[in-house]
């Protein structure tokens, strides 16, 4: 490697923070500094040899202003806009693009595709998972820049985003005891995954304080789907000692509450009041009435995981950190005090 | 430039096709090839000068290998997943890497975006909607490989591909025809899109075909939500004289229109038969019972957006196509022979 200039280069020289080198010598941010500022910064980074090109310039300084972003499952999940935006907007707003693979749930296809991203140079990776996980990071990944995005994992050396499992049924109980109710139900996924374990645990803590117990029959799990949730909600909302309220583990679990509500006559949120979790637009919008429900902060998660690994780029030594996000209500339709 | 071998050129040499070549020296995929061809081809690219790192063979033959794909609005649209999932596999199998850049509704980040894809020396952009729409290029694509994705242009020069709406259409009719259906419904997009003139003017087509004419009152325009099917519904299926089937321009219309049934305690499809249009399957397969729809093509509408690129890559005088791609019927248990 001969000279190795980089941006932090050029900023110093220029008297201005890197940022402002970022959005001056990108095309797609220049209009947000000042004009005379980008000629400065433009003739300092030509007398350093920082050059405007990406592809010369990432030969050179070993950034190529290029992230990756691998993740799982796109098809078939519909937060991942929302997280890919999220990671997109961070990305795009510190002079950096995006490139974005998936896997499907194939490891060798996915170590495959890490390394291809690392021959296209990119200077470091988002390993994005669909929903909350413990993973193990491949191989390829050790020792290079690395943030994981709704996943978590036992290395200390990978910083990490996740949604507050336990704060979102934490606040599920506080609105449901909020608008008055005792006899409190919870349709929880089967499934061995933190979001269950959180959600649950943070949902009879919440009760907890409250002086309210979560009793044994009034937790079913099933599985996380609009079924699941109808065949739950069916069983829960059967016989006279029904609980007025239910708190599901997502809104799919929640359309079939609903469902199952109909089903039974009784009516939402009248007779039995219903929260999720997720804030699914197609699901909590389209429900009638509105489902209220605990937006899982996927945009936020993306912007946190680039900011973080860009940190990280800058800053090698910087500590690393395990993140979450708190996943705030959406108000619609679906509480109401209880009847009587 | 100097040399400019590329990937044709390693392939004429090793007597192999360039599918085969591709996959050879790409770490992703060279599994999918014989190794002892794996091991011919990487001879002859050596000794042509074809070099693996896609970085420094990119400033040389001017091919980076990389796929742009801009697109409007990710983060709101269930069906991003799929269209970026088909372009990524399709970009992929053909040792291609794809960055994906989001614009929201924003024209001039847009254009930014696309210069930043062109600094980063992408070989061709992938210009994608969110739904079938006519759209002006920005100019910076012009005389640039381009492919336009779920949308369409009055610019001969560009290739596209789009859903054939006017068959999804048709087929609707086909089907509720078949089950028996005289007395018939459809609830339109009241927006001014190719959709819905495209599905309307198919669904009319279908029934004049069997005899059948879809009167006037038996067709109502509203919002394409689940609150705009709701309301279109319990409009039609009020009164005496109302149909057996509805028709949906889209799946979300069409829970509308099961809220508006159960409202009305109608069953379906006892009382009343529904088809969509999309296969989302969050609602197609969350609704009770399963709505059966027209899957929009947005995975083979990615692939087919890619393999066109490639195509025009490869032989910058290929045809320009304007695409359309069926929307095949997936069937859940929505539709049933009409009472009596």
């Known amino acids: 490697m001969a000279t190795k200039v980089n941006i932090r280069d050029v900023a110093k020289a220029a008297g201005v923070s890197v940022t402002t080198v970022s959005h001056a010598l990108s095309e797609a941010h220049s209009s947000r500094v000042n004009a005379r500022t980008v ?5 300092v980074a030509g007398d350093l040899g920082y050059a405007p090109n990406r592809m010369a310039s990432g030969l050179r300084n070993q950034r190529s202003q290029i992230l990756g972003l691998v993740s799982d499952e796109i098809t078939t999940t ?7 935006q999220g990671a997109q907007d961070a990305a795009s707003e510190h002079g950096h693009l995006l490139m974005v693979v998936n896997s499907g749930l194939d490891n060798e296809l996915e170590r495959q595709e890490i390394r291809a991203l690392q021959q296209h140079q990119v200077d470091g990776i988002i390993y994005a998972r669909m929903f909350n996980q413990q993973v193990s990071v491949p191989g390829e990944l ?12 036992e290395d200390p050396a990978l ?21 008055g109710h005792r006899t409190i139900a919870m349709i929880n996924n089967e499934d061995d995954i933190p979001a269950a374990h959180g959600r649950l645990a943070g949902f009879r803590a919440g009760l907890d304080r409250q002086g309210i117990t979560l009793a044994a029959d009034r937790l ?20 006279d000692s029904r609980p007025t309220a239910l708190f599901c583990f997502n809104d799919q679990m ?25 804030n699914l637009e197609l699901i909590a919008d389209g429900l009638w009435p509105g489902l209220s429900t605990m937006a899982l902060p996927h945009y936020e998660m993306g912007r946190w995981a680039v900011l973080k690994l860009l940190d990280e780029l800058d800053n090698p030594g910087a500590q690393r950190v395990q993140e979450k996000i708190a996943c705030p209500l959406v108000e619609r339709s679906s509480v109401a005090p209880p009847k009587g």
Chains 1, 2 share one sequence.
Do not use: C, N, W
Request: hydrophobic residues 50%.
């Open 39 to 43: 000629e400065h910064i433009k003739a």
């Open 220 to 239: 079913v799990a099933g599985h996380p789907s609009t079924a699941g949730g109808r065949e739950a909600a069916l069983h829960l909302l059967a016989g």
């Open 159 to 179: 910083s990490s985003v996740v949604p507050d499992e336990f704060a979102a049924g934490e606040s599920a109980a506080d609105l449901l005891v909020a608008a």
């Open 142 to 153: 050790s020792g290079r820049p690395t943030i994981l995005l709704d996943a978590t994992s």
């Open 254 to 278: 929640a359309m079939g509450a609903y469902q199952a509500a109909g089903h039974l006559r009784l009516t939402v949120p009248a007779d039995v009041s219903i929260v999720g979790v997720d």
């Open 78 to 84: 519909p937060f991942a806009g929302a997280m890919i």
